[in-house]
């Protein structure tokens, strides 16, 4: 099997169950972006996993960040508070 090689599958298929609208949809943004309705797709999960990754590294950075300076933040705050 060209597509099974040591414990590691190299494609996969899958069955994909859509409404008639969003295959319609679907249809439209391929015939729009002259891409195979498969390419929409693949491009749509690299870029909704490419969003996650940043939106967790940017939790990360703020999970490191916040409390390093959270007395300057409660401080700004009243201080706004205050005016």
Do not use: C, F
């Amino acid at each position: 099997m060209a597509w099974y090689r040591g414990g590691t599958v190299l494609r996969m298929a899958m069955t994909l169950r859509l409404t008639d609208e969003e295959n319609q949809r679907l249809d439209e943004l391929a015939a729009a972006e002259g891409r195979s309705k498969q390419e929409v797709i693949r491009l749509a999960v690299a870029d909704r996993w490419a969003r996650h990754s940043q939106e967790e590294r940017l939790a990360d950075t703020l999970g490191r960040a916040l409390p390093r300076y959270q007395g300057l933040l409660d401080r700004m705050s009243a201080a706004e508070a205050a005016s």
